[in-house]
Structure formats: C-alpha cells, structure tokens
C-alpha cells in the first residue's frame, strides 16, 4: 500500500477508526502495515471495497451525465 498513497491514507483513516486510540490495538498503523496484522489486512480489505463502490458510482454518475 505504501505506493499508493491516497489508499494508504484511506486504510489508515478506516484502521483509527476501527480501532480508536481509546480502545488501542496492539500495534500502530504503521507497525499494523509493517507486520501484515490481521487488523491491518481488515483495514485495505475495506478500503478496497470502498474504493470499488466508490468507482463504480462514480462512473454510474458520469454515465447519468451524459445522458
């Protein structure tokens, strides 16, 4: 994820807030991505999703625009 940066980001953001520092999990973000936790791995899986949806309503958009 690290060459991607805006999902990277988006990870992070869905990891913090899973995991919020008043409830912390056992390691950072940064240690969760350097180790490959099982949180980690939850938090791209989710951004990816997101990202899915979010690409393919995008395009849904732009399609409506056009007509």
Partial sequence: MQHDLRLRAA????????YPAMDPAPFSFDEAE????VEYRQAVGAVQDARSVLTARHEQLLFAAIL
């Fill in 34 to 37: 350097r180790f490959g936790t």
């Fill in 11 to 18: 990870a992070r953001a869905i990891y913090d807030n899973v």
